[in-house]
C-alpha cells in the first residue's frame, strides 16, 4: 500500500469514525438557567468500579438513556425524566449525612446498579450501544426530555416521593403494600395497557426438583412431600402470585423471584415429581410507573404530566426548589 493511500485511509478513518464519534461525546445539555442546572452528583459507576462526579443533568441523560429505549415517544421519556430525577434527588435528601466509603456507593450518594439504584450509561457505552450512526439522534432525544422538564419533580403531601418504576406489570400495577410490606398512598394498583409487551416478554423456566430445592435452600426433602408438588396458594387482588407452596413449605413469591431469577411474580407453575416449570408475564417488581405502559400512553397522545399523574396515585408535579436541594 502507498503512503498516498495510506494518508487518504486515515483521513477516512478520522473523518467516518473518530470525528463523529468525539463530537458525539460533547453533545450535552444546555447549561440554561434551570432549577437544577448546577447541582453536582457523584455517583458510584458500578461497572468501571469508580466514583464519577458529574451535573444533575447529565446524570439523568445517562439514565433515561440506561432506562428506557430511546425509540420510546417524547412524553414518555420526558415521563422517566421526572421519575429518575425524582428518585435521585430523594435519595440525595436522605443519604447526604450519613455516607460512608465502606457503603454500597463508597461514599457516593447513589450508583449505577439497577438492581440498587438506577441504570447508568456513560456516553461511551451509550455510543457503543447505539454506534454513531443512532447516538446523535438518541442522544438528542434524551436531552430534550430531560431540559424539558428541567427541576421538574413529584411530591406527596410537599414531600419528593419515592418514584420507583419497572419495565412491564402485565396489565395492572401493584400495591408497594403487596411488594414491600408497608403501604404507600402514592403506589397503589392502577390499570396499564401493557399487556402485548407483557406476552412478547413472558418466559418459561424449567428446574429439576432437585435443583428447585437447592436453589431455595430446601435440600433433602422426602419423595412424599416432593410428591405434594408445586403450586400458587394467594394471589394478590392484580392476579400476580405472593405465596407459592413448595411441596408443602409455603415462600413468598417476591422472594422465589429473587431466589430463581424470575422475570415476574406475575406466574403460573405446573409441577410433577420430577420437573416445575414456571411460566412468567411481564418484566420487574410492578410497583409504580410501568415504563413499557408509558410509552403506551404516550402513543396514545397522552402529556408526561398525565402519564405520571396515572401511575403515580395524587401527586403533584413541581418545580424543586434549588435553596431546600
Ligand atoms: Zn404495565
Not at 464519577?52 to 425509540?71: I, N, T
Amino acid at each position: 500500500m502507498s503512503r498516498i493511500t495510506l494518508f487518504l485511509l486515515s483521513i477516512c478513518v478520522i473523518a467516518v469514525v473518530v470525528l463523529p464519534g468525539t463530537i458525539a461525546l460533547f453533545v450535552r445539555p444546555r447549561a440554561t438557567p434551570g432549577a437544577t442546572v448546577s447541582l453536582w452528583v457523584d455517583l458510584w459507576d458500578a461497572k468501571a468500579q469508580t466514583v464519577r462526579r458529574m451535573l444533575l443533568q447529565d446524570y439523568l441523560v445517562g439514565v433515561v438513556a440506561a432506562e428506557m429505549p430511546a425509540s420510546f415517544g417524547l412524553e414518555a421519556l420526558k415521563a422517566q425524566a421526572v421519575a429518575a430525577r425524582t428518585y435521585t434527588l430523594r435519595k440525595m435528601s436522605q443519604n447526604q449525612e450519613n455516607l460512608t466509603s465502606a457503603d454500597a456507593h463508597r461514599g457516593a450518594v447513589i450508583c449505577s446498579d439497577p438492581a440498587h439504584c438506577q441504570a447508568w450509561n456513560s456516553r461511551e457505552e451509550l455510543l457503543r450501544k447505539w454506534r454513531v450512526a443512532g447516538y446523535l439522534g438518541n442522544i438528542r432525544m434524551i436531552i430534550a426530555a430531560v431540559e424539558e422538564t428541567d427541576g421538574l419533580v413529584m411530591t406527596y403531601n410537599g414531600n419528593l416521593i419515592d418514584a420507583v418504576y419497572h419495565s412491564c406489570c402485565g396489565g395492572m400495577t401493584e400495591d408497594a403494600a403487596e411488594v414491600w410490606g408497608r403501604r404507600i398512598p402514592y403506589l397503589v394498583a392502577v390499570s396499564c395497557g401493557c399487556q402485548r409487551k407483557a406476552l412478547e416478554l413472558g418466559e418459561m423456566k424449567t428446574w429439576e426438583s432437585g435443583e428447585l430445592l437447592a436453589a431455595l435452600g430446601l435440600g433433602g426433602m422426602s419423595l412424599p412431600a416432593i410428591a405434594s408438588g408445586v403450586q400458587v396458594v394467594a394471589r394478590t387482588a392484580t392476579a400476580r402470585a405472593s405465596m407459592v407452596s413448595i411441596y408443602g413449605v409455603t415462600v413468598a413469591a417476591a422472594d422465589l423471584r429473587r431466589a430463581l431469577s424470575l422475570k415476574s411474580t406475575r406466574l403460573a407453575v405446573v409441577s410433577d415429581t420430577r420437573n416445575v416449570t414456571f411460566t412468567t408475564t411481564g418484566y420487574g417488581h410492578g410497583v409504580g410507573m410501568c415504563q413499557w405502559g408509558a410509552e403506551v400512553l404516550a402513543q396514545a397522545g397522552w402529556t408526561f404530566d398525565a402519564i405520571l399523574k396515572h401511575y403515580y396515585f395524587g401527586v403533584e408535579i413541581q418545580k424543586v426548589d434549588p435553596s431546600s436541594s
